[in-house]
Nanobody, 126 residues
């Protein structure tokens, strides 16, 4: 059974940092890409970042480039999202999802397995 469980969210002040984790079970990261998405209240779910062991590229939304960093521990089967210099507009529920690849359309929901965890809430407020 494939499961992706997000953790690491919380309340942080603007300019602060958080590290999110996506614990993956049922599949291995050497065969699947993992994408991070987020959804703010009243907005659509949007792609944040994507990583794949078979792709040397790391993918980021323009809004987070230079502030967020995605990485993977292929032994523990966990994907991380280090978020620095957080802004109020980064506040959202963050989700991770599995896909066969990242690629140029990594941000499109349709490319991911329809298996979503509960997400982890990130609040950015002073």
């Amino acid at each position: 059974q494939v499961q992706l469980v997000e953790s690491g969210g919380g309340l942080v002040q603007p300019g602060g940092s958080l590290r999110l984790s996506c614990a993956v079970s049922g599949i291995t990261l050497d065969r699947y890409a993992i994408g991070w998405f987020r959804q703010a209240p009243g907005k659509e779910r949007e792609g944040v970042s994507c990583i794949s062991s078979t792709d040397e590229n790391l993918y980021y939304a323009d809004s987070v480039k230079g502030r967020f960093a995605i990485s993977a521990d292929y032994v523990k089967n966990i994907v991380y999202l280090q978020m620095n210099d957080l802004k109020p507009e980064d506040a959202a529920v963050y989700y991770c999802a599995a896909a066969f690849r990242c690629g140029s359309s990594w941000y499109e929901l349709e490319g991911y397995l329809n298996l979503w965890g509960p997400g982890t809430v990130v609040t950015v407020s002073s």
